[in-house]
């Protein structure tokens, strides 16, 4: 059983920019030589979130709507107030999205559907260099189980 | 340290259709040989995500209506105009919902409050076949910690 | 390779009280004689949630303006006829933030940025103790990789 813990550096134009970071975990998980066990991604801040989708345009499109039609960028958000900022909605969203994801692997292959990216949502206000993790979890050799 | 994964099926009549997991998740932990550890529950494909509720027909009712209320089958999805297809409200509730938990177990049992069950939410737009994994990762003896 | 799962006490004032546990959680880890692994954060019971936020004061209050606006109080719930109560919409708002968080940490230290910190969101509408599970799956020294 071995723990093993990579940071990965991707760059975001934010305001929402939706990043296909599926390939970056997959190739964190082939190139360790752990055959079975469990992928946490987790993104550090505290204005992007993960999840997954089937990435393709038109369902970016959509999500990106759906996050302004609920939180929408131009209301009134008290956090403003206590840093003179405008990302009081990427905040919220973040928040609503989840820091977290837990993807199993086996046989050194992520278990998602073929239409299944992991994805991050950069909700910030500017373009940056978003840093997450990838920490795998798991055995080299699987149980017969 | 193990790392146990199981794959399971389940029938759902889609559209949203909740279907409470527990019992398999519970049995999936009970009839391994591991005393602690957590289990990562990850449900494969985009149109379908995991939570907790209490599982009673009044909460399935009033998530049901939360999730139209929040994104109606019945907008424009661009997600249609790449397939042809119906289920961009479903891909967008799945996105939201997010494809995985972690429940830590102990003694053998998940560590679920009396009132809180565990649910797989098809949004698909048609009867099928879902398939989940569940990963246990633990010890066979507990930690006296 | 080590499980360790503590049980976490606290106070809550119900009626959507956020909870900053980084704290609890950070000494959890620290007080192990763990140095690399993942937090699985875990809260038992069908009416709170867990995620992570800037917590300051505009925040909390954007986040829970967010709840109020998406999942009412004053609608009407199913689960209200199931058992006579008040709380569909505690029950709604916690399953759609999701009961579970998992954290890496590293060097003994959550991968949290600076301005992250993990809160519990006590959905129910009423003062109670929460019960949250942090348990702890790593290893004494850190992987080299």
Aim: proline share 4%; net charge negative.
């Amino acid at each position: 059983m071995t723990v093993s813990t990579r940071c990965h550096s991707v760059s975001s134009q934010g305001n929402g920019h939706i990043i296909d970071i599926t390939g970056d975990v997959q190739d964190t998980v082939a190139s360790s030589d752990l055959n079975a066990g469990v992928a946490t991604v987790f993104v550090t801040g505290s204005t992007a979130g993960l999840t997954t989708v089937e990435y393709e345009p038109g369902l970016v499109h959509d999500l990106t709507a759906a996050f302004e039609r609920l939180y929408p960028r131009a209301m009134e958000y008290r956090h403003h107030e206590t840093w003179n900022d405008d990302n009081g909605h990427s905040h919220v969203r973040a928040s609503m999205l989840g820091p977290s994801l837990a993807v199993p692997f086996v046989e050194g292959a992520l278990t998602l559907g073929t239409w299944q990216q992991i994805i991050l949502v950069d909700f910030d206000t500017r373009p940056r260099t978003r840093e997450y993790i990838v920490q795998l979890i798991g055995e080299s050799h699987g149980n017969p189980d």
